[in-house]
């Protein structure tokens, strides 16, 4: 079974979620979440974009800073959240 249930939830593919886990953008979690492929990896790399803070509801300053306090598991999981909502 794996990851099924969890991704299954989240509305994506659980090969996307692998990817997503090794730092990653893949099309199905960026189109999920309405951004750019390149923006969600600029994110996974650690660089805030306006669509992904527009997205959580924030300013992409304010995003910055919680990147860099967070790291890229903090990225992560930060993704994930995004997701599960």
Do not use: P
Request: without cysteine.
């Amino acid at each position: 079974m794996g990851l099924y249930s969890i991704t299954s939830k989240m509305g994506i593919y659980e090969s996307d979620l692998e990817k997503l886990l090794k730092g990653q953008a893949s099309y199905g979690i960026a189109s999920k979440l309405n951004v750019y492929v390149s923006d969600l990896q600029k994110f996974l790399n650690g660089k805030a974009s306006y669509n992904l803070a527009s997205r959580i509801g924030t300013y992409e300053s304010d995003l910055q800073v919680l990147l860099n306090k967070a790291g890229k598991e903090g990225a992560i999981g930060i993704i994930v959240g995004m997701l599960i909502k």
